[in-house]
C-alpha cells in the first residue's frame, strides 16, 4: 500500500490506485489453492464418517479408513495437493470468483456426500475451463473421476450394481461349466451342489463396482506419465475394464468351490493377492498407452 | 480485502472440520437392526418365537394358528436369496420402507422417500442414517386380520 502511494504519477491518480488495488487482492491461484483444500477436507471428511468403526475415532482408525479408500485415490489427493498451486494463471482473482470460491467452501461447510461430490464437480468444471493452465485441467481430470468413483460406489447406484451381480453369478456358472462343475444360479446366489456351499453376490463383489476405481487408476497413472487421457487411449480403457471384469469372474468362481476357498480369498490372504493383481492391470494398461504413445510423439517432434 | 479473504478461508477450513468432526462424533452408533426389528413387533403385539443365526424372524401373532415371517432385504443384494425362498411360500407378502407398505416392492414410492430423507438428512432436518434395506413381512393368508396392522412401525419415517 505505502509503496503504490509513493510510486504516484503526477500526471493521474489511476495508475497507482490499480496497482494498490491489485497488490490488495488474492490471486486466482492462492483462490484455487484454497478452494481446493476445502474440497479435501470436506471428501475425507466423508471419508472419516463412512468408515464405520463404531463411534472409536483415533489416527490408526483415520490411517485405516485413508489406506481402505486404495492407493489410486491417495495417490490422485497427492498429486492434487502438488500442483494444487499451479491451477490457474497468473492475476488477481476478480469478484465473481472470489464469490464462486466462498460459495464452494460454504458448500464443503455441509458435511455429507452430496454436497461434496457437487463441491468436487463444481470445482473440476472451474478448473477445467478453456482458459485454464494444464495443470489446472490435469487436476481437473483428476477431481472428476474422484466424484465419479464418489458416485458410481454411492447407494444411489445399488441397484444398478444390484442387477449386475445376476449377471455375474450367471457368468461365475459359465466359468464353472466349462471347468466341469455343477452349479446352480437363482438371482444373485450361485449354489455349488455338490459341495454343499452357496455365495450370494452383493452390490460391493460385483464386477460393475470396481469399474470406476478403474477408471480413477487408469487417469492418476496417465497423468503421472505427464499426459492427459486422450481419445486414442480408449482402447486400452477398454483392454483395463475387461481385464477387471474377469479378474472379479474369476475370484467369485474361485470362491465357489467350496468354504476354505471363500475364507482364503473373502477373508484371507486371497484376497491381498486379487487386489495386487487388480492394481497392477489397473496400472499396466495406462503404462502401456502412455509407452505406445511416446514414439508417435518422437516421429512427430 | 486480501487478508479478510485469507481469514474467511481458514475459518471456513475450521468450520468444516469442525461441522465433519460433529457429524463423526453424533453418528448413530450401529445399533442391532434385529433387536430394533424385534422391539417394532412387540409393539404391534407380535412375539418373536425364534431368531436364530438365519436372517429370518419367526414371529407369532395372536389369534393366528401360523407364523409369520420377518426379513430384510438390503439395497446391495444382501438377504436376497432369503427373501426368495420366503416369497415361494403360501403368504402375503408387506414391503415396508421409510414409512411406506405395500405388497410390493415400489421402486418409485420406496426411492422418492429415500431421496426425500437423504435431502432432508444433509441439512441435518432429519437423522443422518438412512436405512439401506427394506423390511419384508411375509403374512400367513389364514389371517387376513395381520395385514390391518400398522406395518410402518418396522421401517417408520425418519
Known amino acids: 500500500m505505502t509503496s503504490a502511494i509513493h510510486l504516484k504519477h503526477p500526471s493521474s491518480s489511476h495508475p497507482p490506485l490499480c496497482r494498490s488495488e491489485r497488490a490488495n487482492r488474492l490471486a486466482l491461484g492462492e483462490l484455487y489453492a484454497w478452494t481446493v483444500a476445502l474440497v479435501g477436507v470436506a471428501f475425507w471428511g466423508n471419508v472419516m464418517r463412512n468408515a464405520g468403526y463404531n463411534g472409536a475415532t483415533s489416527l490408526i482408525t483415520f490411517a485405516q479408513a485413508v489406506f481402505a479408500q486404495g492407493a489410486f485415490i491417495v495417490a490422485a489427493w497427492i498429486m492434487v495437493a502438488i500442483w494444487s498451486g499451479a491451477v490457474a494463471p497468473g492475476g488477481a482473482a476478480s469478484r465473481p470468483q472470489v464469490t464462486v470460491g466462498l460459495a464452494i467452501g460454504l458448500l464443503c461447510i455441509i458435511p455429507s456426500r452430496q454436497t461434496t461430490i457437487a463441491a468436487l464437480l463444481v470445482v473440476g468444471v472451474i478448473l477445467a475451463i478453456p482458459q485454464g493452465t494444464r495443470r489446472g485441467r490435469q487436476v481437473a481430470a483428476l477431481l472428476f473421476c474422484i466424484a465419479a468413483e464418489m458416485i458410481w460406489t454411492s447407494v444411489y447406484l445399488l441397484p444398478l450394481h444390484h442387477a449386475v451381480a445376476t449377471l455375474d453369478a450367471r457368468a461365475v456358472q459359465a466359468v464353472l461349466s466349462l471347468a466341469g462343475q455343477n452349479v446352480s444360479v437363482h438371482g444373485n446366489v450361485v449354489i455349488n451342489g455338490p459341495a454343499q456351499f452357496s455365495i450370494e453376490v452383493l452390490a460391493f463383489c460385483t464386477s460393475s463396482y470396481q469399474l470406476a476405481s478403474v477408471g480413477l487408476a487408469f487417469v492418476v497413472t496417465t497423468l503421472y506419465c505427464g499426459r492427459l487421457p486422450r481419445l486414442a487411449d480408449l482402447p486400452w480403457f477398454v483392454a483395463a475394464v475387461f481385464t477387471s471384469v474377469a479378474l472379479t469372474e474369476l475370484r467369485l468362481s474361485l470362491m465357489v468351490l467350496g468354504e476354505a476357498n471363500y475364507v482364503w480369498i473373502h477373508d484371507g490372504d486371497g484376497g491381498t493377492v486379487y487386489i495386487l493383481f487388480a492394481m497392477g492391470s489397473a496400472a499396466l494398461f495406462p503404462l502401456l498407452a502412455a509407452h505406445r504413445s511416446r514414439p508417435m510423439l518422437q516421429n512427430v517432434g | ?158
Open chain 2, 1 to 158: 480485502m486480501k487478508l479478510l479473504l485469507r481469514g474467511l478461508f481458514v475459518c471456513m477450513l475450521v468450520v468444516a472440520l469442525m461441522a465433519q468432526a460433529s457429524r463423526l462424533s453424533s453418528r448413530d452408533v450401529e445399533r442391532d437392526d434385529k433387536a430394533r426389528l424385534t422391539e417394532a413387533l412387540t409393539r404391534l403385539g407380535l412375539q418373536v418365537s425364534a431368531a436364530d443365526g438365519s436372517a429370518i424372524l419367526t414371529v407369532v401373532a395372536p389369534g393366528c394358528p401360523e407364523p409369520l415371517f420377518v426379513t430384510a432385504a438390503g439395497f446391495d443384494g444382501e438377504g436376497d436369496g432369503t427373501l426368495r425362498t420366503l416369497l415361494v411360500t403360501d403368504g402375503v407378502p408387506r414391503y415396508v420402507y421409510l414409512g411406506y407398505v405395500g405388497s410390493s416392492a415400489a421402486p418409485v414410492a420406496m426411492g422418492s422417500r429415500w431421496a426425500a430423507a437423504s435431502a432432508l438428512a444433509v441439512f441435518g432436518l432429519r437423522q443422518t442414517s438412512i436405512p439401506s434395506e427394506v423390511i419384508v413381512a411375509i403374512l400367513p393368508k389364514a389371517c387376513p386380520h395381520l395385514t390391518h396392522l400398522d406395518w410402518s412401525v418396522l421401517s417408520p419415517w425418519p
